[in-house]
T-cell receptor, first 117, second 115 residues
Framework: AQKVTQAQTEISVVEKEDVTLDCVYE???????LFWYKQPPSGELVFLIR??????QNEISGRYSWNFQKSTSSFNFTITASQVVDSAVYFC??????????????FGKGTLLTVNP | KAGVTQTPRYLIKTRGQQVTLSCSPI?????VSWYQQTPGQGLQFLFE???????NKGNFPGRFSGRQFSNSRSEMNVSTLELGDSALYLC??????????????FGPGTRLTVT
């Protein structure tokens, strides 16, 4: 069974600090997808990144970067020079196929990030 | 391009009643998925529809059902409401079937309160 663990329930930082959100996943499939979503106070989840299990390249998008390590089953998310607008709940999610046909998205419990001015 | 829309945004119902929530996906998206979000259980997958067919289902009782129309709009229905059904219900659309393998675009949600 697939599982996503976000051990950090809440993180509080001061603006301009770097912050890393941890995500550890469990899966028996060799083909799977990992995602990060952001949920600001408005409630609407916003897609940030999708990564498949065969692509371990790290990715950088502006102030955001992601570190995917299959050896430790982790897919961590770093925000550089955090800003107040980054305050939100961040969810890591995993999708694996059961018998190669149905992909179900499993979310972690989320990490509430508060960036203080 | 308009995003995913959900109606109504807020709903208050009484235990035992039934409720229908509506979701209109992004134009061109044929897959619609539904999720329940509660403080205790977090985000949980309910079901996914593609081309009017349910393709995938989460671990929810039969009181939760859904359907998709030919224009890709989707509805979900909860019958015999229980207090524990109080939650934010999120709809998401994506381009392809097997939505879990694609990025999904979420609507603002319907906040259901059962009293």
């Amino acid at each position: 069974a697939q599982k996503v663990t976000q051990a950090q329930t809440e993180i509080s930082v001061v603006e301009k600090e770097d912050v890393t959100l941890d995500c550890v996943y469990e899966t028996r499939d060799t083909t799977y997808y990992l995602f990060w979503y952001k949920q600001p106070p408005s409630g609407e989840l916003v897609f940030l990144i999708r990564r498949n299990s065969f692509d371990e390249q790290n990715e950088i998008s502006g102030r955001y970067s992601w570190n995917f390590q299959k050896s430790t089953s982790s897919f961590n998310f770093t925000i550089t020079a955090s800003q107040v607008v980054d305050s939100a709940v961040y969810f890591c999610a995993l999708s694996e196929g059961s018998g190669g046909s149905n992909y179900k998205l499993t979310f972690g419990k989320g990490t509430l990030l508060t960036v203080n001015p | 391009k308009a995003g995913v829309t959900q109606t109504p945004r807020y709903l208050i119902k009484t235990r035992g009643q039934q409720v229908t929530l509506s979701c209109s996906p992004i134009s061109g998206h044929r897959s619609v998925s539904w999720y329940q979000q509660t403080p205790g259980q977090g985000l949980q997958f309910l079901f996914e529809y593609f081309s009017e067919t349910q393709r995938n289902k989460g671990n929810f009782p039969g009181r939760f059902s859904g359907r998709q129309f030919s224009n890709s709009r989707s509805e979900m229905n909860v019958s015999t409401l229980e207090l524990g059904d109080s939650a934010l219900y999120l709809c998401a659309s994506s381009l392809g079937v097997l939505a879990g393998s694609y990025e999904q675009y979420f609507g603002p949600g319907t906040r259901l309160t059962v009293t």
